[in-house]
C-alpha cells in the first residue's frame, strides 16, 4: 500500500512547473480528498486486501481517516495543499514504537464498516500481503500512502512533501541520525511495487536506497505486488 499508482507507471515525465503549495498536518475534514489518494497509492494492494468494488475501498479508507487511532487515521499523515486548502498529496508516517495497537485497530474498523464474515477473508488476505509489507519495527519509521493528485504528477508536489515532513520534525531524528551515521537511529523505510518503476525512480532522487530482501515471496501473494524495501540515506 506503498507505491505510487502503479497503473501509471510507463507515464513520461511531466515538464510542468510545482504549484504553489502548503503544507499541513492532516485534519479528519481531509478524509473526502485524502481517501481517493490513499487507495491510488495501492490500488492492487487494497483490491488483494480488501477484495471489495473501488469505491467500497476508498469510502472504507474516508471512514478509518476519521479515527484518532490506527495506520489510516489522519493523525499519522501529513498533506500538501492548495490555496484554496484542498489536499492534493498525501503520505503516511508509522513509527514502529507507536504501531502496536494498529493490526487490532484495523481489524476492529473492518468489522464496523464490513461486517464480520467479511473481516475475516480480508484479514487472512492480510496476513499473506503482511508478509511482503511488514510492519515497521520498533527501529523503524515507515512512510506510506505516498500519493500525488493525477493533474499534479511529474511537478514534484511528493517532492515538496517529503521535505516539509523532514522540516516539520516527524523525520528529523532519522534525518539527523544518518547525518550523523548513528546506528542507533530510527530508520526510515517504505515499500514500492517492483513493477512502479516510477515511483521507484522518485525515491531513488529522494535518497532511498533498496534493502536486500529478507525472505522468498509467498506462494500465496499475486506476483504483481512483489515489492522492495527501501531505507532513506540521505542524498548524496
Known amino acids: 500500500m506503498y507505491a505510487v499508482d502503479p497503473e501509471r507507471t510507463d507515464w513520461p515525465e511531466r515538464q510542468h512547473a510545482a504549484p504553489a503549495l502548503r503544507c499541513r498536518a492532516a485534519r479528519p475534514d481531509d478524509a473526502e480528498a485524502c481517501a481517493p489518494l490513499i487507495f491510488a497509492s495501492g490500488v492492487r494492494e487494497f483490491g488483494f486486501f480488501l477484495g471489495e468494488p473501488v469505491d467500497a475501498c476508498i469510502e472504507f479508507l474516508a471512514f478509518a481517516f476519521g479515527s484518532k487511532l490506527g495506520r489510516f487515521s489522519y493523525r499519522r499523515h501529513r498533506v500538501a495543499v492548495t490555496e484554496d486548502d484542498q489536499p492534493v498529496a498525501v503520505l503516511a508516517l508509522h513509527d514502529g514504537r507507536d504501531t502496536w495497537f494498529d493490526d487490532p485497530h484495523v481489524a476492529l474498523m473492518l468489522v464496523l464498516f464490513f461486517g464480520l464474515r467479511r473481516t475475516v477473508r480480508m484479514l487472512l488476505r492480510g496476513l499473506v500481503l503482511e508478509s511482503e509489507l511488514p510492519a515497521p519495527k520498533s527501529s523503524q519509521t515507515l512512510i506510506a500512502h505516498c500519493a500525488t493528485h493525477e493533474r499534479l504528477r511529474g511537478t514534484g508536489s511528493f517532492s515538496t512533501l517529503f521535505a516539509d515532513a523532514m522540516r516539520a520534525g516527524e523525520l528529523m531524528n532519522v534525518q539527523t541520525g544518518a547525518a550523523r551515521g548513528e546506528h542507533d537511529r530510527q530508520q526510515l523505510v517504505l515499500d514500492v511495487l ?41 542524498k548524496k
Open 194 to 234: 517492483v513493477s512502479n518503476r516510477r515511483a521507484y525512480a522518485l525515491y531513488r532522487r529522494l535518497g532511498f536506497v533498496e534493502l536486500p530482501r529478507r525472505a522468498p515471496v509467498s506462494a500465496r501473494l499475486p506476483r504483481e505486488l512483489e515489492s522492495v524495501r527501501m531505507e532513506w540515506i540521505g
